[in-house]
């Protein structure tokens, strides 16, 4: 069974900086596609960044562009996605997700999530 924990939520103040981490077991993270989504209130799920199983190929969301970034660490079967210039449309719960491949993880498909970390940045 693999299973996803997401950590690292908080309150932070506009402009400030967060690091969300997903610790992953049941599976090696150097073998599966991984990402991170959010949901704000009202709001539908929404993708901000994905990671493939080479630990170095990226794709991120035009909003999440030049602010986030994700990356993994081997050692700890874990990725993370670091937050800086926070803005308050980017108050939400921050899901990661796992799947076999990029394409369905950054779809929002994948078949393995965490239950999400709450992120907020007062204005």
């Known amino acids: 069974q693999v299973q996803l924990v997401e950590s690292g939520g908080g309150l932070v103040q506009t402009g400030g900086s967060l690091r969300l981490s997903c610790v992953v077991s049941?599976?090696?993270?150097?073998?599966?596609?991984t990402g991170w989504f959010r949901q704000a209130p009202g709001k539908e799920r929404e993708f901000v960044a994905g990671?493939?199983?080479?630990?170095?190929?990226?794709t991120y969301a035009d909003s999440a562009k030049g602010r986030f970034t994700i990356s993994p660490d081997n050692g700890k079967n874990s990725l993370y996605l670091e937050m800086t210039n926070l803005k308050a449309e980017d108050t939400a719960v921050y899901y990661c997700t796992a799947d076999r491949t990029l394409g369905v993880v950054v779809r929002g498909h994948g078949i393995y999530w965490g239950q999400g970390t709450q992120v907020t940045v007062s204005s």
């Open positions: 990671l493939n199983w080479d630990g170095w190929t990226t």
């Open positions: 049941g599976q090696t993270i150097n073998t599966i596609a």
